[in-house]
C-alpha cells in the first residue's frame, strides 16, 4: 500500500519517530469478526502532530488502544481483539514486543488523553493520588517526591492551587478542569508522544480552544509528537500538521493540513467539510450533513467503504465503486481530472 | 379509567421509529441469545420437568402404584428402630425412592408432592411481591413527593428487617387453622415486595421522564392509564428478571421455614420438613436426606441459572 | 458528618420503636393467649385473672408497650412483694416459663452466635471475594467455569443440607471434627475452635459462593470502565490494575452485603444453630416459638433487629468513606 508522496519515507531516511504500517484490528463479537481497522499507514516525526480524523466507528479510537498496546490480550480483560501489521516506535517493533517492554513504554514514552475524563479518571483515588502514581510507576523516588511532581504538573496545566486541588476527587472538578487534570497525567513523565482520543468533545465549546491550546502549548514545550483523534475537521484545522482521514477502518486520503483544506481529495472529505460548521464561513450557508449512515462492519463492503453515501458513484465507467478496493491515496476511483473538477470549493461549498 | 376512554390512543413508538429499517427487537435479540445458552435450555427443561412433577403429581405415583399418606410399616426394620428394610431407603420396584422411616411412607410419593409446596409458594410468593412492589414502585415514581419519600423509608425499613426471625415468631401466633401453605405465600411475598418495588420505581423514574409519558400527559391520559398501558409494558424485562432470580431464594426460604418446623405441617408432603425428618437418619438411610435433598437443590439450582441467563439476555447492562 | 450520623441514630431509633410496636401489636393481640398458657390445669377464671395481672396482660395493648420501653429503660418487675419476678435493666422482658430476664437468656446465646458469625464471615468473605476474583480475571477459562460451578453449587445448597452432609463426612466418617455442641472460647481457644470448624465451614461455603458471584460480576462489570484502560495506559502492571484499581470500584457493593449479612446473622444463625445444636440466639428463638414463650419470641426479635438496623447505619456511613462521591449530609 503506497503512500500519498508528503507522509512516504525515502528509503536512505533515518527511522521515522512512530511508522505504521498496515495496521488491521479485527474483533470477534457474537455476530461475527468485526474489521475495525483494516490497512493504515502513516509516519509521525518528533515534534509535529498528526490528525486522525473520522466518524465514530471509522476506527480512529481503535487505531490509538492498538498504538498503546491496550488491544493486547495480555492487557486487557474486556476485549478480544486480534492485531497485525507494524508498529514502529523509535525503530522497535512494539506489536510483537514482550508485555514488560510495552509496560515501561506506556506512561512514560507514550500516554493518552481519554475522551471523557470523568468516566476515564478513577473516581475512588484524588487526582493528586492518580498522578502520582503514574509517575512513581516509571520513576524511583519517594511519595513525597510524586506528590510534589503531581502538584507540579496540575500547576502548568493551569490549575488554581495545585496543591489543595490535588487532594480532591475527581467529581469535585469541572469538566475543563477535569481534562487538564488528565493532561498533567498523561505528561507527567515527559512523553515522547501523546495520543489524545477526542480530547475535546466531552466539554463546553468554551473549554475546547482552551484545552486545544493547552495541548499544543504542552506539546511544543515537551517536543514531543501528538496524535489528535477528532471526529471535527474543525479541531483539526489550527492544530495539527498532517491529517488521515478515516472511514470504516481505511484510510480515505492524508495530506498536510493545508493541503488537505485547499485541494481535499476523496467526496468523504468533502462531504465532511461541508458538515463542518467554519468560524470564517458563510453564515446564510447551512450545513450539509452527509447523506446516509456509516457502513455496517461486519458486512465489508467489497467495493469503496464509502461508495454506497457517494454522490459521484456515477462518475466511475462501470461498477468499480461497488467492486474494486481503490488501491492508492486517496482511496476514490474518481479521476484526478474529474476530482478537481467535481470539487466544491470551500465558498460555495453545500447546496 | 373512564376519561381514558376518550382520549386517543398516544404513539407507543417515537417518531421516525417506523421507517427506519426495523432492527431486532429486545425480546426477539433476548429470545434468539437464550436459544443459543445451553445453561438456559437445560435449566429450563429441568423447570419445566418441576412443574409437570409438581402438576401430574397424582398421575405420576398413580403410576408407581402407591400414594404419600399409606404407612409401611412392614417393609421397615424394627430391628434398627424402624429403618427401612434392604438397601438404599428400601429402594424397590414398588417404591422407586424407597421408604420413610418411622412410617414407611413412599419417598416417591413424598418427593413428587413436595414439588408441588415448594413451587406454590415460591411462584405465589413472588407474584404477592410483584403486585405489591409494582403498584408502590411505580406509584413513587410517578406521584413522587411525600408519598416517594414515605415509601421509600418504608421499603427501608423492611430490607432492613430480619424477616426470617419475625417469619418463625408469625407462625407461634397464627391460630393453627389458617392454611400454612397461604401463610407462606402471604409472609414470604409481603417481605419480598421492596426488592421489586426499588427496581420498579427506578426503571418507572426514568421512563416517566421520557417523553412519550409527557405526550401521553398532555393528552390528557390520567395516571392510572400511565401506568397501566404506557409503563407496565417497559417494565416486563426487569419484572422477569428479578423474579427469576429471587424465585429459587423464595424456594430455599420456604423450604429452611419448613425444615425449622414453622413452615408447612405434617402430614403434607414438603421438601424442607422431610430433610429435617432425616437428620436423625443421615447415618442409616442416607437416602431419606439425598431424595428431598437433591429435589430441592436440583429446583434452586434451575431456576438460579435460569435468572442468571434471563438478566444476561434481558438487562442490556450485562450484554457484552 | 455528625450531625448525620446523629439524624440516622434518631431514625434508628424510630425504625426499633415501630418494629417493637408492630411486634408487640401481632404478639400480643393474636388469639393464643399467653397466659392462658402459663396458667396451667386446671385454670379457673380466678387463676387466669391472677395470671394475666401477673403478667401484665391485663392492661391496653398500647399500656403494655409503654411498661415494655420503660423496662428497657429503667428495669420492671412482675407481681409485688417477695415473689416478684426482678428485671433489671435493661429489661427485654421476662420468660415465665424460663423463670428469668430474656436479657440473661440473650446474655448466654449471643457469644455462641458471635462465634459462629465472625469466624464464618472472615472465611467466607476471602474465599469468596478471591474465587471471585479469579474466576473474573480467567474468565471464559476452565478456572472461570469450574468456580462458577462451584459458586452455582454453593448457592442452591440449603446450608442445613451443607451441614448435615458435613456431619455427616467430616464428624460421623471421618471423625475429623466434633459433629455438635459448643465449648466456650474462656474453656480455651483449642476447644473452642475445634467445635465452630464445622459450623464456619458450612456456612462459609455457602455464603462464599454469593460473595463469589458478585465479586465475579461486579468485576467484569469495573473491566469494561475507562479508568482501567487509563490505568494500563499509565504502565502499571496488571497486578495493579486488577488488585488496587479495580478491587478498590468493585468493593462497595461488596462491602455493603458483607455488612448486611452480619448484621443479619448476629441475631441468630438459626439454620447453623440448628443444624449443629448450638444454643446460640437462633436456638433461642426456635425454643420461645416451640414453648410458645411470647417474651422471649418478642425479646429476640428486636434483639435481632437491633442488630440489621444498626448494620444498615455502619453500611451506609461505610459507604461515605469508600465512595467519595457520597456525601453524607
Keep these: 500500500m503506497s503512500l500519498s508522496p508528503e507522509l512516504s519515507l525515502r528509503k536512505d531516511d533515518p527511522e521515522p519517530f512512530l511508522q505504521v504500517t498496515d495496521l488491521a484490528v479485527d474483533f470477534a463479537t457474537a455476530d461475527g469478526s468485526v474489521r475495525a481497522v483494516d490497512g493504515l499507514n502513516f509516519t509521525l516525526e518528533r515534534g509535529r502532530t498528526l490528525g486522525l480524523v473520522g466518524e465514530s466507528g471509522s476506527g480512529k479510537s481503535v487505531t490509538s488502544l492498538a498504538v498503546m498496546g491496550l488491544l493486547r490480550p495480555d492487557s486487557t480483560t ?51 493520588a492518580q498522578i502520582a502514581e503514574a509517575y512513581r510507576v516509571h520513576h524511583k523516588g519517594s511519595r513525597k517526591a510524586a506528590k510534589e511532581r503531581a502538584a507540579e504538573l496540575l500547576g502548568r496545566v493551569g490549575i488554581p492551587r ?78 495539527v500538521d498532517d491529517v488521515v482521514i478515516m472511514y470504516a477502518g481505511r484510510t480515505m486520503e492524508t495530506a498536510p493540513v493545508d493541503r488537505l483544506f485547499a485541494a481535499p481529495q476523496h467526496p468523504y472529505t468533502w462531504g465532511l467539510l461541508g458538515s463542518t460548521p467554519r468560524l470564517d464561513g458563510d453564515r446564510r450557508k447551512r450545513l450539509a450533513p452527509i447523506p446516509g449512515s456509516p457502513p455496517n462492519l461486519l458486512e465489508p463492503a467489497a467495493g469503496c467503504p464509502f461508495a454506497p453515501r457517494c454522490v459521484f458513484t456515477d462518475r466511475v465507467e462501470g461498477d468499480a465503486c461497488a467492486t474494486d478496493r481503490p488501491a492508492a491515496l486517496p482511496a476514490c476511483h474518481l479521476a484526478p481530472d474529474d476530482r478537481d473538477a467535481l470539487r466544491p470549493s470551500s465558498r460555495k461549498a453545500a447546496s | 379509567m373512564p376519561e381514558s376512554a376518550t382520549v386517543p390512543e398516544p404513539a ?71 429403618g427401612p428394610k434392604g438397601i438404599l431407603g428400601g429402594m424397590s420396584g414398588a417404591h422407586w425412592f424407597g421408604v420413610e422411616p418411622l412410617t414407611g411412607r413412599d419417598m416417591f410419593a413424598l418427593v413428587v408432592y413436595g414439588a408441588q409446596t415448594s413451587l406454590l409458594v415460591g411462584l405465589a410468593s413472588t407474584a404477592v411481591s410483584i403486585i405489591i412492589g409494582a403498584v408502590v414502585g411505580t406509584a413513587a415514581a410517578f406521584f413522587g413527593g411525600w408519598l416517594d419519600a414515605v415509601i421509600g423509608r418504608t421499603a427501608d425499613v423492611f430490607l432492613a428487617f430480619p424477616g426470617m426471625i419475625f417469619m418463625i415468631a408469625l407462625g407461634i401466633v397464627v391460630p393453627q387453622a389458617f392454611p400454612r401453605w397461604l401463610l407462606l405465600v402471604i409472609v414470604i411475598g409481603f417481605f419480598g415486595w421492596p426488592g421489586f418495588a426499588r427496581i420498579i420505581r427506578g426503571q418507572a423514574l426514568s421512563l416517566v421522564r421520557r417523553e412519550f409519558v409527557d405526550a401521553a400527559r398532555t393528552l390528557g391520559a390520567g395516571p392510572g392509564h400511565i401506568i397501566f398501558r404506557e409503563l407496565m409494558p417497559n417494565l416486563m424485562a426487569p419484572i422477569i428478571v428479578f423474579s427469576a432470580i429471587s424465585i429459587p431464594q423464595r424456594i430455599g426460604t420456604e423450604a429452611a421455614l419448613s ?3 414453622v413452615g408447612v405441617p405434617a402430614p403434607t408432603p414438603d421438601w424442607g420438613r422431610t430433610i429435617s425428618d432425616a437428620t436423625d437418619w443421615v447415618q442409616t438411610d442416607l437416602m431419606y436426606l439425598l431424595f428431598p435433598g437433591g429435589a430441592l437443590f436440583l429446583a434452586v439450582l434451575a431456576f438460579t441459572v435460569l435468572g442468571d441467563s434471563l438478566r444476561d439476555a434481558l438487562d442490556p447492562r450485562t450484554r457484552r | 458528618m455528625l450531625r448525620y450520623i446523629a439524624r440516622r441514630l434518631i431514625g434508628m431509633a424510630v425504625v426499633l420503636l415501630i418494629t417493637g410496636a408492630v411486634t408487640y401489636v401481632i404478639f400480643y393481640w393474636m388469639p393464643s393467649d399467653p397466659a392462658r398458657l402459663s396458667c396451667g390445669k386446671p385454670c379457673t377464671p380466678e387463676t387466669l385473672h391472677q395470671v394475666r395481672a401477673y403478667m401484665g396482660l391485663n392492661q391496653p395493648i398500647w399500656e403494655q408497650y409503654w411498661h415494655f420501653l420503660e423496662g428497657l429503660v429503667g428495669g420492671r418487675s412482675f407481681g409485688i412483694g417477695q415473689a416478684a419476678a426482678q428485671c433489671p435493666a435493661p429489661c427485654l422482658g421476662y420468660s415465665f416459663h424460663q423463670s428469668m430476664p430474656v436479657r440473661t437468656m440473650i446474655g448466654t446465646a449471643f457469644p455462641v452466635t458471635v462465634s459462629i458469625t465472625v469466624g464464618a464471615a472472615a472465611l467466607w468473605l476471602v474465599f469468596g471475594v478471591a474465587t471471585g476474583m479469579i474466576s473474573a480475571v480467567k474468565r471464559g477459562t476452565w478456572w472461570d467455569r469450574g468456580a462458577t460451578l462451584l459458586s452455582l453449587t454453593g448457592v442452591a445448597t440449603p446450608t442445613y443440607l451443607v451441614g448435615l452432609l458435613g456431619i455427616l463426612l467430616l464428624g460421623f466418617q471421618w471423625r475429623l471434627v466434633p459433629v455438635n455442641g459448643y465449648a466456650n472460647f474462656t474453656d480455651g481457644i483449642g476447644p473452642w475452635a475445634s467445635h465452630l470448624i464445622l459450623p464456619w465451614a458450612v456456612l462459609a461455603f455457602v455464603n462464599a459462593a454469593v460473595y463469589a458471584r458478585l465479586t465475579r460480576s461486579q468485576l467484569l462489570e469495573v473491566f469494561g470502565e475507562d479508568y482501567i484502560t487509563t490505568a494500563r495506559a499509565k504502565g502499571l502492571p496488571e497486578r495493579i490494575v486488577i488488585g488496587k484499581h ?8 461488596i462491602a455493603t452485603m458483607f455488612g448486611m449479612d452480619i448484621g443479619l446473622l448476629l441475631g441468630g444463625a438459626i439454620i447453623t444453630e440448628k443444624v449443629f445444636s448450638m444454643q446460640g440466639l437462633g436456638y433461642l428463638l426456635l425454643q420461645g416459638v416451640g414453648q410458645l414463650d411470647l417474651p422471649v419470641v418478642v425479646g429476640v426479635t428486636l434483639f435481632s433487629a437491633f442488630f ?16 467519595p462521591r457520597v456525601s453524607l449530609a
Design chain 1, 162 to 239: 495545585p496543591r489543595e486541588r490535588a487532594d480532591d476527587f475527581p467529581h469535585q472538578f469541572s469538566g475543563g478542569m477535569r481534562q487538564r487534570v488528565m493532561i498533567a497525567m498523561a505528561l507527567v513523565n515527559d512523553p515522547e508522544l501523546l495520543i489524545a482520543d477526542e480530547p475535546t468533545t466531552a466539554l463546553d465549546v468554551t473549554v475546547q480552544a482552551q484545552i486545544l491550546e493547552l495541548i499544543a502549548d504542552v506539546q511544543q514545550e515537551f517536543g514531543s509528537a501528538a496524535i489528535l483523534i477528532t471526529h471535527d475537521l474543525g479541531v483539526v484545522a489550527g492544530t
Design chain 3, 246 to 253: 479495580s478491587l478498590r470500584a468493585a468493593l462497595t457493593p
Design chain 1, 78 to 128: 474486556a476485549g478480544n481483539a486480534r492485531t497485525s501489521g507494524e508498529i514502529r516506535l523509535n525503530g522497535e517493533e512494539l506489536l510483537s514486543a514482550p508485555a514488560r517492554r510495552i509496560r515501561e513504554l506506556r506512561g512514560r514514552t507514550m500516554s493518552m488523553i481519554f475522551q471523557d475524563p470523568l468516566s476515564a479518571l478513577h473516581p475512588y483515588y484524588s487526582v493528586g
Design chain 2, 12 to 82: 407507543k413508538v417515537p417518531p421516525g421509529a417506523e421507517e427506519a429499517p426495523a432492527p431486532l427487537s429486545p425480546w426477539r435479540r433476548a429470545l434468539r441469545q437464550l436459544v443459543h445458552d445451553r445453561a438456559a435450555l437445560v435449566s429450563t427443561a429441568l423447570i419445566a420437568l418441576l412443574v409437570i412433577m409438581a402438576v401430574a403429581a397424582p398421575l405420576l405415583v398413580k403410576l408407581e402404584g402407591q400414594d404419600p399418606y399409606t404407612y409401611h410399616i412392614g417393609l421397615l426394620n424394627q430391628a434398627n428402630g424402624s
Design chain 2, 259 to 261: 425444615f425449622l418446623g
Design chain 3, 308 to 323: 440489621v438496623v444498626a448494620a444498615n447505619l455502619l453500611v451506609d456511613i461505610l459507604y461515605g468513606y469508600l465512595d
